[in-house]
């Protein structure tokens, strides 16, 4: 598959998983990172999407109805806000090159949800690589979270690289444990506090940092807890 027919194929459905895609991802790095790239403006695009309805909507909806009373008041506000709606949307599309600045501020999924929805989506590709990451590989990814691992990680490190995570920017690493593949995340935002979560075949952890927090993700059957252990007396402040 040619350059142009990746990324036209991406471009289409940037969650494309099959197999001549994948084969692409797993032998250049720049094609992942015009996928990660693309994946975060799509969850951009998304979020801006998402405007919550009012919850007495469909009330509002029977009583206009049944209501035989004119109200001439209330339906230039209508018209005006329909209006306004359209032209925020119309802002969206002709400002698509800053959707950071124009994103409006919608609740955001738990850490521990789009931790474990990140690692089911992106199982099929982390599966197929290996880039054996060295340790310097790996501070220069968490250098602008300000911190770095002063020694190796306790296990061989098949990937890392930035994604996206939910609205945020995150450090993705993939390593070894006991029972299978161990998935890390770092995220710059700060955990309320630290605890775990499961699923019927992943368990994690959250631990907050220093204005950031790292999740570590496994299978049920893995030990997570000397990993995150090591993890964390490895973690330094970059000096």
């Given at each position: 598959?040619?350059?142009?027919?990746?990324?036209?194929?991406?471009?289409?459905?940037?969650?494309?998983?099959?197999?001549?895609?994948?084969?692409?991802?797993?032998?250049?790095?720049?094609?992942?990172?015009?996928?990660?790239?693309?994946?975060?403006?799509?969850?951009?695009?998304?979020?801006?999407?998402r405007?919550?309805?009012?919850?007495?909507?469909?009330?509002?909806?029977?009583?206009?109805?049944?209501?035989?009373?004119?109200?001439?008041?209330?339906?230039?506000?209508?018209?005006?806000?329909?209006?306004?709606?359209?032209?925020?949307?119309?802002?969206?599309?002709?400002?698509?090159?800053?959707?950071?600045?124009?994103?409006?501020?919608?609740?955001?999924?738990?850490m521990?949800?789009?931790?474990?929805?990140?690692?089911?989506?992106?199982?099929?590709?982390?599966?197929?690589?290996?880039?054996?990451?060295?340790?310097?590989?790996?501070?220069?990814?968490?250098?602008?979270?300000?911190k770095?691992?002063?020694?190796?990680?306790?296990?061989?490190?098949?990937?890392?690289?930035?994604?996206?995570?939910?609205?945020?920017?995150?450090?993705?690493?993939?390593?070894?444990?006991?029972?299978?593949?161990?998935?890390?995340?770092v995220?710059?935002?700060?955990s309320?506090?630290?605890?775990?979560?499961?699923?019927?075949?992943?368990?994690?952890?959250?631990?907050?940092?220093?204005?950031?927090?790292?999740i570590?993700?496994?299978?049920?059957?893995?030990?997570?807890?000397?990993?995150?252990?090591?993890?964390?007396?490895?973690?330094?402040?970059?000096?």
């Open positions: 598959m040619d350059d142009l027919e990746f990324r036209r194929r991406l471009l289409a459905d940037p969650n494309d998983k099959s197999t001549d895609i994948l084969n692409a991802l797993e032998g250049s790095s720049q094609n992942r990172q015009f996928v990660d790239e693309l994946q975060q403006l799509d969850n951009q695009i998304e979020q801006a999407l405007i919550d309805v009012p919850d007495d909507l469909a009330d509002r909806i029977l009583f206009n109805q049944v209501s035989d009373q004119p109200q001439p008041v209330k339906a230039p506000r209508k018209h005006l806000a329909i209006a306004a709606s359209v032209a925020f949307f119309c802002g969206l599309l002709l400002g698509q090159t800053n959707w950071q600045e124009q994103i409006l501020p919608t609740a955001q999924a738990s521990s949800d789009t931790a474990l929805t990140h690692v089911y989506d992106e199982a099929p590709f982390v599966n197929l690589v290996d880039e054996a990451v060295s340790l310097a590989q790996v501070n220069a990814k968490l250098a602008p979270f300000g770095e691992f002063s020694r190796d990680l306790p296990g061989h490190i098949y990937y890392v690289n930035h994604c996206a995570f939910g609205n945020m920017n995150a450090l993705h690493v993939v390593m070894q444990g006991e029972k299978g593949k161990i998935t890390i995340f995220v710059p935002e700060k309320q506090n630290e605890y775990d979560f499961n699923d019927a075949q992943m368990k994690g952890t959250v631990i907050p940092l220093q204005k950031a927090s790292m570590v993700v496994g299978e049920q059957q893995e030990d997570i807890k000397p990993v995150v252990d090591s993890l964390m007396d490895n973690l330094n402040l970059q000096a």
